[in-house]
């Protein structure tokens, strides 16, 4: 095994079913560098830890909102960098970090939207069949 601690890995199709994605989506956010195993069996198969699954968490609240692959990598980029970044790296990285909150905030702000047209589209019907 190429990382240690096998009780703590789970194996792709564990974490396919814990995160509700198909295992063709995880080895995709592999191959593109959005989100790679903690490790490999000996056999080759990728190994995820409870880290990578708080990490896809964020990818898939970012999803909704319509954020790009590469728009994700960043966010993920900049979070990651913020651990160990200090003075004027640390405050630049919180500069884009605060653009990304506004990305998601104007983002929420079109998906609340929607959900306000839906739900007078639903209103309308609803009022034509009790007529």
């Given amino acids: 095994m190429t990382t240690a601690g096998r009780s703590s890995m789970m194996q792709i199709?564990?974490?396919a079913e814990r995160t509700g994605v198909s295992i063709h989506t995880l080895r995709h956010y592999d191959e593109v560098g959005l989100l790679?195993?903690?490790g490999r069996s000996d056999g080759g198969f990728r190994l995820y830890?409870?880290?990578d699954l708080e990490r896809f968490l964020v990818i898939r609240r970012?999803?909704?909102l319509?954020?790009?692959?590469?728009?994700?990598?960043q966010v993920l980029d900049v979070v990651d960098?913020?651990?160990g970044a200090t003075?004027?790296?640390r405050e630049e990285l919180r500069s884009r970090l605060d653009g990304f909150i506004e990305a998601g905030r104007a983002r929420r702000a079109k998906v609340l939207e929607q959900v306000?047209?839906?739900?007078?589209?639903i209103g309308l019907l609803e009022q034509r069949r009790s007529s």
């Fill in 81 to 83: 960098a913020l651990d």
């Fill in 36 to 38: 790679r195993p903690s």
């Fill in 116 to 121: 306000a047209m839906a739900d007078e589209f």
């Fill in 66 to 73: 319509g954020f790009s692959l590469e728009e994700m990598r």
């Fill in 49 to 51: 830890t409870e880290d």
């Fill in 87 to 89: 003075g004027a790296e």
């Fill in 62 to 64: 970012m999803k909704p």
């Fill in 13 to 15: 199709g564990r974490f």
